[in-house]
Protein backbone atom coordinates (compact mmCIF):
# COMPACT_ATOMS: atom_id res chain seq x y z
CA UNK A 1 0.00 0.00 0.00
CA UNK A 2 3.03 2.43 1.07
CA UNK A 3 4.75 1.46 -2.42
CA UNK A 4 1.88 2.13 -4.15
CA UNK A 5 1.13 5.85 -2.93
CA UNK A 6 4.37 6.20 -3.98
CA UNK A 7 4.31 5.65 -7.27
CA UNK A 8 0.89 7.12 -7.22
CA UNK A 9 2.31 10.29 -5.96
CA UNK A 10 5.53 9.85 -8.49
CA UNK A 11 3.20 9.23 -11.26
CA UNK A 12 0.90 12.50 -10.37
CA UNK A 13 3.48 14.43 -10.33
CA UNK A 14 5.29 13.27 -13.83
CA UNK A 15 2.72 13.05 -16.25
CA UNK A 16 0.18 16.23 -16.97
CA UNK A 17 -2.20 15.89 -20.53
CA UNK A 18 -1.35 19.79 -21.69
CA UNK A 19 -4.50 21.45 -22.04
CA UNK A 20 -4.65 21.37 -25.92
CA UNK A 21 -6.20 24.49 -28.04
CA UNK A 22 -8.25 21.94 -29.95
CA UNK A 23 -9.58 23.26 -33.26
CA UNK A 24 -12.66 20.79 -32.85
CA UNK A 25 -15.73 21.24 -34.49
CA UNK A 26 -19.44 20.68 -34.49
CA UNK A 27 -19.50 21.02 -38.45
CA UNK A 28 -16.43 18.66 -38.74
CA UNK A 29 -18.23 15.57 -40.22
CA UNK A 30 -21.07 17.99 -42.35
CA UNK A 31 -19.73 17.48 -45.72
CA UNK A 32 -17.73 14.14 -45.39
CA UNK A 33 -19.90 11.73 -43.19
CA UNK A 34 -23.08 14.16 -42.55
CA UNK A 35 -25.19 10.71 -41.34
CA UNK A 36 -22.50 10.10 -38.60
CA UNK A 37 -24.19 11.12 -35.36
CA UNK A 38 -27.71 9.51 -36.67
CA UNK A 39 -25.51 6.61 -37.03
CA UNK A 40 -23.87 6.43 -33.46
CA UNK A 41 -27.41 7.27 -31.89
CA UNK A 42 -29.15 4.75 -33.44
CA UNK A 43 -27.00 2.46 -32.51
CA UNK A 44 -26.23 3.44 -28.99
CA UNK A 45 -30.10 3.51 -28.65
CA UNK A 46 -30.49 0.01 -29.65
CA UNK A 47 -27.54 -1.30 -27.90
CA UNK A 48 -29.50 0.49 -24.71
CA UNK A 49 -33.00 -1.20 -25.03
CA UNK A 50 -31.32 -4.67 -24.87
CA UNK A 51 -28.84 -3.64 -22.22
CA UNK A 52 -30.06 -1.21 -19.58
CA UNK A 53 -26.51 -1.13 -18.16
CA UNK A 54 -24.77 0.54 -21.71
CA UNK A 55 -25.95 4.58 -20.87
CA UNK A 56 -23.98 4.62 -17.45
CA UNK A 57 -20.86 2.42 -18.96
CA UNK A 58 -20.33 4.62 -21.95
CA UNK A 59 -20.52 7.91 -20.29
CA UNK A 60 -17.89 6.53 -17.92
CA UNK A 61 -15.67 4.81 -21.18
CA UNK A 62 -15.76 8.63 -22.24
CA UNK A 63 -14.72 10.36 -18.83
CA UNK A 64 -11.49 6.95 -18.42
CA UNK A 65 -10.39 7.79 -22.17
CA UNK A 66 -9.68 11.31 -21.71
CA UNK A 67 -8.35 11.51 -18.46
CA UNK A 68 -5.83 8.79 -20.08
CA UNK A 69 -3.48 10.32 -23.15
CA UNK A 70 -6.52 12.24 -23.48
CA UNK A 71 -9.53 11.46 -25.91
CA UNK A 72 -8.31 9.41 -28.05
CA UNK A 73 -9.81 6.36 -28.02
CA UNK A 74 -6.74 4.67 -26.58
CA UNK A 75 -9.68 2.62 -23.88
CA UNK A 76 -10.30 0.88 -26.65
CA UNK A 77 -7.15 -0.51 -28.02
CA UNK A 78 -6.71 -4.74 -27.12
CA UNK A 79 -4.17 -6.07 -25.15
CA UNK A 80 -1.76 -7.20 -27.45
CA UNK A 81 1.52 -9.55 -27.39
CA UNK A 82 3.77 -8.09 -25.14
CA UNK A 83 1.33 -4.80 -24.47
CA UNK A 84 -1.33 -4.80 -21.59
CA UNK A 85 -3.83 -2.06 -22.77
CA UNK A 86 -6.05 0.13 -20.55
CA UNK A 87 -8.63 -2.09 -20.51
CA UNK A 88 -7.19 -4.60 -18.85
CA UNK A 89 -5.78 -1.75 -16.31
CA UNK A 90 -6.22 -2.15 -12.80
CA UNK A 91 -10.10 0.20 -12.15
CA UNK A 92 -10.99 -1.79 -15.34
CA UNK A 93 -14.02 -2.83 -12.90
CA UNK A 94 -17.17 -1.68 -14.96
CA UNK A 95 -15.88 -0.12 -17.85
CA UNK A 96 -17.28 -2.27 -20.62
CA UNK A 97 -19.75 -1.79 -23.11
CA UNK A 98 -16.45 -1.57 -25.76
CA UNK A 99 -19.12 -3.45 -28.52
CA UNK A 100 -21.36 -1.00 -28.96
CA UNK A 101 -18.30 1.86 -29.80
CA UNK A 102 -17.12 -1.26 -32.31
CA UNK A 103 -20.79 -1.64 -34.04
CA UNK A 104 -21.03 1.90 -34.50
CA UNK A 105 -17.87 2.24 -36.22
CA UNK A 106 -18.62 -1.16 -38.17
CA UNK A 107 -21.40 0.99 -39.73
CA UNK A 108 -19.21 3.88 -39.94
CA UNK A 109 -17.09 2.07 -42.06
CA UNK A 110 -19.48 1.17 -44.34
CA UNK A 111 -21.10 4.23 -44.56
CA UNK A 112 -17.99 6.99 -44.66
CA UNK A 113 -14.70 4.88 -44.95
CA UNK A 114 -11.72 6.06 -43.24
CA UNK A 115 -13.15 9.31 -41.86
CA UNK A 116 -14.82 9.21 -38.37
CA UNK A 117 -12.39 8.44 -35.90
CA UNK A 118 -13.12 6.06 -32.66
CA UNK A 119 -12.57 8.98 -30.20
CA UNK A 120 -15.30 11.41 -31.49
CA UNK A 121 -17.86 8.26 -31.85
CA UNK A 122 -17.43 7.94 -27.62
CA UNK A 123 -17.59 11.63 -27.38
CA UNK A 124 -20.61 11.30 -29.58
CA UNK A 125 -22.27 8.29 -27.70
CA UNK A 126 -21.48 9.42 -24.24
CA UNK A 127 -23.68 13.14 -25.22
CA UNK A 128 -26.38 10.11 -26.52
CA UNK A 129 -26.73 8.65 -23.69
CA UNK A 130 -27.29 11.40 -21.54
CA UNK A 131 -29.85 13.30 -24.00
CA UNK A 132 -31.17 9.71 -24.69
CA UNK A 133 -32.26 9.34 -20.87
CA UNK A 134 -34.02 12.94 -20.70
CA UNK A 135 -34.54 15.46 -22.94
CA UNK A 136 -32.07 17.68 -21.70
CA UNK A 137 -29.57 18.67 -21.22
CA UNK A 138 -27.68 18.46 -24.52
CA UNK A 139 -25.01 20.17 -26.58
CA UNK A 140 -23.22 19.68 -29.75
CA UNK A 141 -20.20 17.17 -29.53
CA UNK A 142 -17.09 19.54 -31.14
CA UNK A 143 -15.60 16.36 -33.51
CA UNK A 144 -12.20 16.17 -35.42
CA UNK A 145 -10.06 14.26 -33.01
CA UNK A 146 -7.44 11.75 -33.75
CA UNK A 147 -7.15 8.45 -32.83
CA UNK A 148 -3.96 7.14 -30.53
CA UNK A 149 -1.44 4.52 -30.83
CA UNK A 150 -0.87 3.76 -28.12
CA UNK A 151 -2.40 2.51 -24.36
CA UNK A 152 -1.39 1.38 -21.58
CA UNK A 153 -2.70 -0.45 -18.29
CA UNK A 154 -0.26 0.83 -15.46
CA UNK A 155 -1.95 4.54 -16.86
CA UNK A 156 -4.92 3.98 -15.33
CA UNK A 157 -3.11 4.51 -11.96
CA UNK A 158 -3.71 8.14 -13.21
CA UNK A 159 -7.13 8.17 -12.81
CA UNK A 160 -8.61 9.60 -9.71
CA UNK A 161 -9.91 6.98 -6.94
CA UNK A 162 -12.84 7.05 -4.90
CA UNK A 163 -11.14 7.45 -1.72
CA UNK A 164 -9.57 10.73 -2.71
CA UNK A 165 -10.38 14.19 -0.84
CA UNK A 166 -11.34 17.35 -2.72
CA UNK A 167 -7.56 18.53 -2.60
CA UNK A 168 -6.62 15.22 -5.05
CA UNK A 169 -9.57 15.61 -7.03
CA UNK A 170 -8.93 19.50 -7.93
CA UNK A 171 -5.13 18.05 -9.16
CA UNK A 172 -6.34 15.25 -10.66
CA UNK A 173 -8.45 17.54 -12.99
CA UNK A 174 -6.55 21.10 -12.81
CA UNK A 175 -4.24 18.58 -14.87
CA UNK A 176 -6.44 17.85 -17.63
CA UNK A 177 -6.92 21.85 -17.48
CA UNK A 178 -10.66 21.28 -15.73
CA UNK A 179 -11.61 23.44 -12.77
CA UNK A 180 -13.37 23.34 -9.90
CA UNK A 181 -16.85 23.94 -11.73
CA UNK A 182 -16.28 21.50 -13.72
CA UNK A 183 -15.29 18.81 -11.35
CA UNK A 184 -18.23 19.09 -9.43
CA UNK A 185 -20.50 19.36 -12.69
CA UNK A 186 -18.99 16.35 -14.15
CA UNK A 187 -18.92 14.14 -10.44
CA UNK A 188 -22.60 14.55 -11.22
CA UNK A 189 -22.03 11.51 -14.10
CA UNK A 190 -22.75 9.46 -10.90
CA UNK A 191 -26.28 10.29 -11.33
CA UNK A 192 -25.99 7.14 -13.80
CA UNK A 193 -24.74 3.88 -13.02
CA UNK A 194 -24.26 1.40 -10.80
CA UNK A 195 -20.56 0.58 -8.25
CA UNK A 196 -19.01 -2.46 -6.67
CA UNK A 197 -18.61 -3.17 -3.27
CA UNK A 198 -14.64 -2.55 -3.90
CA UNK A 199 -15.01 0.97 -4.92
CA UNK A 200 -16.64 1.69 -1.21
CA UNK A 201 -15.99 -1.05 0.72
CA UNK A 202 -13.21 1.06 2.63
CA UNK A 203 -16.36 3.57 4.52
CA UNK A 204 -18.14 1.02 5.43
CA UNK A 205 -16.00 -1.24 7.69
CA UNK A 206 -12.79 -0.79 9.55
CA UNK A 207 -12.57 2.86 7.86
CA UNK A 208 -10.34 4.28 10.53
CA UNK A 209 -9.15 3.55 14.30
CA UNK A 210 -11.96 5.52 15.50
CA UNK A 211 -15.12 4.62 12.99
CA UNK A 212 -15.82 1.22 11.74
CA UNK A 213 -18.09 3.80 9.41
CA UNK A 214 -16.76 6.34 7.61
CA UNK A 215 -19.12 9.44 10.04
CA UNK A 216 -19.60 11.31 6.83
CA UNK A 217 -21.91 8.59 5.30
CA UNK A 218 -25.54 8.59 6.44
CA UNK A 219 -26.31 5.88 8.89
CA UNK A 220 -29.29 4.12 7.12
CA UNK A 221 -27.07 4.21 3.87
CA UNK A 222 -24.53 2.54 5.60
CA UNK A 223 -26.48 0.16 7.02
CA UNK A 224 -27.94 -0.32 3.55
CA UNK A 225 -24.22 -0.68 1.44
CA UNK A 226 -23.45 -3.04 4.80
CA UNK A 227 -25.83 -5.68 3.77
CA UNK A 228 -25.87 -5.64 0.29
CA UNK A 229 -21.72 -6.09 0.74
CA UNK A 230 -21.72 -8.55 3.53
CA UNK A 231 -19.55 -11.18 1.40
CA UNK A 232 -17.20 -9.11 -0.61
CA UNK A 233 -14.98 -11.88 -1.67
CA UNK A 234 -17.17 -14.60 -2.85
CA UNK A 235 -19.76 -12.45 -4.22
CA UNK A 236 -17.47 -10.21 -6.50
CA UNK A 237 -20.82 -8.97 -8.92
CA UNK A 238 -22.36 -6.73 -5.44
CA UNK A 239 -22.95 -2.94 -5.12
CA UNK A 240 -24.96 -0.22 -5.09
CA UNK A 241 -26.51 1.91 -7.89
CA UNK A 242 -25.25 5.53 -7.40
CA UNK A 243 -28.22 7.32 -6.46
CA UNK A 244 -31.85 6.51 -6.27
CA UNK A 245 -32.65 7.21 -9.83
CA UNK A 246 -29.86 5.95 -11.43
CA UNK A 247 -31.43 5.34 -14.86
CA UNK A 248 -32.83 8.69 -14.97
CA UNK A 249 -29.34 11.79 -15.80
CA UNK A 250 -31.11 14.35 -13.16
CA UNK A 251 -29.92 16.21 -10.46
CA UNK A 252 -30.67 13.61 -7.46
CA UNK A 253 -26.93 12.48 -6.82
CA UNK A 254 -26.40 16.05 -5.41
CA UNK A 255 -29.52 16.26 -3.61
CA UNK A 256 -28.22 13.03 -1.96
CA UNK A 257 -24.71 14.53 -0.96
CA UNK A 258 -26.74 16.85 1.04
CA UNK A 259 -28.06 14.45 3.24
CA UNK A 260 -24.82 12.34 3.51
CA UNK A 261 -25.57 9.71 0.77
CA UNK A 262 -23.12 9.54 -1.12
CA UNK A 263 -21.42 6.32 -2.61
CA UNK A 264 -18.08 7.18 -2.86
CA UNK A 265 -15.24 9.23 -0.67
CA UNK A 266 -14.76 11.75 -3.66
CA UNK A 267 -18.32 11.94 -3.90
CA UNK A 268 -19.50 12.93 -0.18
CA UNK A 269 -15.88 14.68 0.16
CA UNK A 270 -17.87 17.58 -2.39
CA UNK A 271 -20.24 18.83 0.13
CA UNK A 272 -17.62 18.60 2.73
CA UNK A 273 -15.36 20.60 1.43
CA UNK A 274 -15.81 24.61 1.15
CA UNK A 275 -14.11 24.80 -2.30
CA UNK A 276 -17.23 23.05 -3.64
CA UNK A 277 -19.68 22.71 -0.83
CA UNK A 278 -21.83 25.43 -2.21
CA UNK A 279 -21.48 24.40 -5.83
CA UNK A 280 -23.18 20.78 -4.87
CA UNK A 281 -25.71 23.09 -2.75
CA UNK A 282 -26.74 25.27 -5.81
CA UNK A 283 -27.08 21.85 -8.28
CA UNK A 284 -29.15 20.43 -5.75
CA UNK A 285 -31.55 22.81 -5.63
CA UNK A 286 -31.65 23.48 -9.67
CA UNK A 287 -31.34 20.81 -11.96
CA UNK A 288 -30.96 23.08 -14.76
CA UNK A 289 -28.46 25.00 -13.39
CA UNK A 290 -26.81 21.56 -13.66
CA UNK A 291 -27.98 20.40 -16.73
CA UNK A 292 -26.15 23.84 -18.32
CA UNK A 293 -23.01 23.15 -16.41
CA UNK A 294 -22.84 19.46 -17.39
CA UNK A 295 -23.07 20.10 -20.98
CA UNK A 296 -20.31 22.75 -20.51
CA UNK A 297 -17.80 20.43 -18.54
CA UNK A 298 -18.65 17.64 -21.05
CA UNK A 299 -17.47 19.84 -23.90
CA UNK A 300 -14.45 20.99 -21.96
CA UNK A 301 -13.71 17.21 -20.98
CA UNK A 302 -13.54 16.32 -24.72
CA UNK A 303 -11.10 18.78 -25.39
CA UNK A 304 -8.03 17.14 -23.46
CA UNK A 305 -5.21 16.01 -24.61
CA UNK A 306 -6.97 15.91 -28.36
CA UNK A 307 -4.50 14.79 -31.49
CA UNK A 308 -5.72 16.32 -34.42
CA UNK A 309 -3.10 15.08 -36.53
CA UNK A 310 -2.88 10.97 -36.26
CA UNK A 311 -5.07 8.03 -37.94
CA UNK A 312 -8.78 7.32 -38.43
CA UNK A 313 -8.35 4.14 -37.30
CA UNK A 314 -10.39 1.05 -39.06
CA UNK A 315 -11.14 -0.96 -35.96
CA UNK A 316 -11.26 0.77 -32.49
CA UNK A 317 -9.53 -2.11 -30.67
CA UNK A 318 -6.51 -2.65 -33.11
CA UNK A 319 -4.19 0.34 -34.52
CA UNK A 320 -4.23 0.60 -38.31
C1 LIG B 1 -14.30 12.71 -9.81
C2 LIG B 1 -13.62 11.61 -9.88
C3 LIG B 1 -14.26 10.28 -10.13
C4 LIG B 1 -14.04 9.15 -9.42
C5 LIG B 1 -13.10 9.00 -8.24
C6 LIG B 1 -14.88 8.12 -9.98
C7 LIG B 1 -14.91 6.82 -9.53
C8 LIG B 1 -15.82 5.87 -9.95
C9 LIG B 1 -15.90 4.53 -9.44
C10 LIG B 1 -14.99 3.94 -8.38
C11 LIG B 1 -16.93 3.92 -10.05
C12 LIG B 1 -17.47 2.51 -9.79
C13 LIG B 1 -16.68 1.44 -10.47
C14 LIG B 1 -17.22 0.10 -10.04
O1 LIG B 1 -17.01 -0.26 -8.89
O2 LIG B 1 -17.87 -0.57 -10.85
C15 LIG B 1 -17.51 4.88 -10.96
C16 LIG B 1 -18.61 4.64 -11.75
C17 LIG B 1 -19.10 5.53 -12.67
N1 LIG B 1 -18.54 6.75 -13.00
FE1 LIG B 1 -17.12 7.71 -11.97
N2 LIG B 1 -15.58 8.64 -11.01
C18 LIG B 1 -15.24 9.96 -11.15
C19 LIG B 1 -15.70 10.83 -12.11
C20 LIG B 1 -16.60 10.48 -13.09
C21 LIG B 1 -16.94 11.32 -14.22
C22 LIG B 1 -16.30 12.67 -14.52
C23 LIG B 1 -17.89 10.66 -14.93
C24 LIG B 1 -18.58 11.08 -16.20
C25 LIG B 1 -18.90 12.32 -16.50
C26 LIG B 1 -18.14 9.42 -14.25
C27 LIG B 1 -19.09 8.49 -14.62
C28 LIG B 1 -19.31 7.30 -13.98
C29 LIG B 1 -20.43 6.43 -14.29
C30 LIG B 1 -21.55 6.71 -15.29
C31 LIG B 1 -20.29 5.30 -13.47
C32 LIG B 1 -21.19 4.07 -13.43
C33 LIG B 1 -20.63 3.03 -14.38
C34 LIG B 1 -21.52 1.80 -14.53
O3 LIG B 1 -22.67 1.79 -14.09
O4 LIG B 1 -21.03 0.83 -15.13
N3 LIG B 1 -17.33 9.33 -13.16
N4 LIG B 1 -16.80 6.06 -10.89
C1 LIG C 1 -29.53 -4.10 -31.67
O1 LIG C 1 -28.80 -4.60 -30.56
C2 LIG C 1 -28.77 -6.01 -30.48
C3 LIG C 1 -28.10 -6.39 -29.17
O2 LIG C 1 -26.81 -5.82 -29.07
C4 LIG C 1 -28.08 -6.58 -31.71
O3 LIG C 1 -28.09 -8.00 -31.65
C5 LIG C 1 -28.78 -6.10 -32.97
O4 LIG C 1 -28.06 -6.51 -34.11
C6 LIG C 1 -28.88 -4.58 -32.97
N1 LIG C 1 -29.65 -4.11 -34.11
C7 LIG C 1 -29.29 -3.05 -34.83
C8 LIG C 1 -30.19 -2.66 -35.94
O5 LIG C 1 -28.27 -2.44 -34.61
C1 LIG D 1 -9.26 -6.37 -15.69
O1 LIG D 1 -7.85 -6.37 -15.61
C2 LIG D 1 -7.31 -7.59 -15.18
C3 LIG D 1 -5.81 -7.40 -15.05
O2 LIG D 1 -5.51 -6.30 -14.27
C4 LIG D 1 -7.69 -8.68 -16.18
O3 LIG D 1 -7.21 -9.94 -15.70
C5 LIG D 1 -9.20 -8.75 -16.35
O4 LIG D 1 -9.54 -9.65 -17.37
C6 LIG D 1 -9.76 -7.38 -16.69
N1 LIG D 1 -11.22 -7.44 -16.67
C7 LIG D 1 -11.98 -6.94 -17.63
C8 LIG D 1 -13.43 -7.05 -17.43
O5 LIG D 1 -11.53 -6.39 -18.62
C1 LIG E 1 -5.84 14.94 1.07
O1 LIG E 1 -5.13 13.74 0.95
C2 LIG E 1 -3.73 13.91 0.85
C3 LIG E 1 -3.11 12.56 0.54
O2 LIG E 1 -3.61 11.56 1.41
C4 LIG E 1 -3.20 14.54 2.13
O3 LIG E 1 -1.82 14.74 2.05
C5 LIG E 1 -3.90 15.86 2.36
O4 LIG E 1 -3.53 16.40 3.59
C6 LIG E 1 -5.43 15.71 2.31
N1 LIG E 1 -6.01 17.03 2.30
C7 LIG E 1 -7.04 17.35 3.05
C8 LIG E 1 -7.53 18.75 2.92
O5 LIG E 1 -7.59 16.55 3.78
C1 LIG F 1 -10.86 -4.97 10.58
O1 LIG F 1 -9.57 -4.77 11.14
C2 LIG F 1 -9.22 -5.74 12.13
C3 LIG F 1 -7.90 -5.33 12.76
O2 LIG F 1 -7.01 -4.80 11.81
C4 LIG F 1 -9.17 -7.12 11.46
O3 LIG F 1 -8.86 -8.09 12.43
C5 LIG F 1 -10.51 -7.42 10.83
O4 LIG F 1 -10.44 -8.63 10.09
C6 LIG F 1 -10.93 -6.31 9.88
N1 LIG F 1 -12.30 -6.56 9.45
C7 LIG F 1 -12.66 -6.48 8.18
C8 LIG F 1 -14.10 -6.75 7.90
O5 LIG F 1 -11.91 -6.21 7.26
Known amino acids: ?74 ILLDTTTGNQAEKDGPPNVSVRSFYVIDDAKAKLEMACPQTVSCADVIAIAARDVVTMVIVRPSWDVLKGRKDGRVSKASDTINLPAPTFNVSQLIQSFAKRALGVKDLVALS ?71 QGKGVFGSDQALFIDDNTKSTVEAFAKDQSLFFGEFAASMVKLGNVGVIEKGEVRLKCASVN
Open 188 to 258: GGHTLGFSHCSSFQNRIRNFSSMHDVDPNMNLQLAEVLRKKCRKPHTDRSAGTFLDSTSSIFDNEYFRQLT
Open 1 to 74: MASYRVVCSLALLLITIPASRAMLDSHYYDQTCPQAEAIILQTVRNASIYDPKVPARLLRMFFHDCFIRGCDAS
